[in-house]
């Protein structure tokens, strides 16, 4: 199949979080199955030209924006094995140093960079005569290419046989823009109702997206349901149900290259399933960096971006609890986010210097030592669209203690003492006191030593490879083409 993927950031050419671990994975397993995969990505100032070995190719490219014409320049690497990458230029729109903000401060013409990246990648592929059978878009950012395919090119013979699939990896981010972006958009004023792209008095490029795309894909089933509930859906709940004929759920896969406790160079230890030995190596290595004592009682762990969405707050207020509570227990936590989030955490810490380590930051290297080196790993989510950390800590032997929410809850499987089935622990609702309880419980099945060791060859057992996402992915391609036949 021909497909263009079109994305706002792709490692390991631009990231700031999960869209590029995804805008890499899913290209590269679509090209090994055979797929002729185009990824598109604006040329950021921090692509570096050089490193990716970047051509100039075709000619400039008119790209159409308001009522007027800009220029671009399209760029080309098979950086990626397998996947033809096409970076649109645009120094004015992108040649600045962050993607979309300027420490934290979004650029104030993010509605007119992303319009005109959505226009461009369309003209791209007219001028390099590719026909897709699908375009893959992803995220407010590129949610506009479906509503442009039905409006500015629904006469356009390239696009004879192209459907649109729109990926939303977190409804929380909708690019919601004032009525003054309507002229860059140049569509007729009609669309501008409530049923199409207005959101109280707003212009909503994510709901432009679910509206004109021929499928919507979020990254787990349960997510694709938990939208369509108020409490998930960001004031899009109403529109959620409305599409839900086309809306589908497919869960993210894990890199086992660089998630793999057997193979991984970032820890001390390696292990497997049949050789334990080394978690505890890590584990004492673990105690050791956080500067907590060294014994066995049952370490839990965290990394997280310290945010409402995460529940960071509802964790803290359980570990208040915990920690006066029950002696044998140790926590570490990697995190970067929202100061007052910090300053709780460090002041729990002045309170139990040996059995609570924090560290603030972005650090890779500590993150995967915490996860080969705990006991337990935490995720009180308020949402969870997919979550990777659960799946990288089932690879670990690391047992999780999630909200059952989102991904969490499609991938984590509820601890069965008699049937001795399940891969973790879950709990319902979003409250201090329940999480309280699914940890006592934790606690109390860390101490049954055969048991444990069950619980963590079944976290062991659990596998959510691309290979595997992929063939869902494919799945659909095919039934959309379908439907257009
Ligand atoms: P989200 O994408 O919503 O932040 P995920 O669980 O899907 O949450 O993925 C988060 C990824 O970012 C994981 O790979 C996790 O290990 C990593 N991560 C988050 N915070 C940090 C940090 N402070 N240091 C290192 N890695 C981090």
Redesign the pocket.
Known sequence: MNIAFITSEAYPFAKT??LADYSYSLPKALAKRGHTVHLFLPRYYCIDKYRFQCTLIGKPLAVPIGSGIRWAGIYYTDYIEGVHTYFIEHDDYYGRDGLYDNNGISYHDNAERFIYFCRGCLEALIQLEIAPEIIHCNDWQTALIALFLKIHYKDNANFNNTRSLLTIH?VGYQGVFGKEVLHLLQIPDTLYNPSNIEFYNNVNFLKAGIVYADCITTVSKKYAREIQENEYGYDLSEIFKAHSNKLFGILNGVDYEHWNPEKDELIPYNYSINKLSGKSKCKKALQEFYALKKNNFPVIGC???LTY??GIDILINTLDWLFFDEQEVQFVI???GEQWLIDRFESLRAMFPDRIGVWW????K??HLIEAGSDFFV?PSRY?P?????M?SLAYGTIPIVRATGGLDDSIEQFDEKLKTGNGFKYINNDSAELYTIIRYALRVYKNKLMMKKLIENAMFFRRSWDDAVKEYEELYTNIKKSNE
Request: aromatic share 8%; no cysteine.
């Open positions: 979080g999960g977190n990394i997280s971006r969405q995460k990697l995190g970067s930051g972005y650090n890779e500590l993150a995720m969870e997919s979550g990777l950390n659960q990288y």
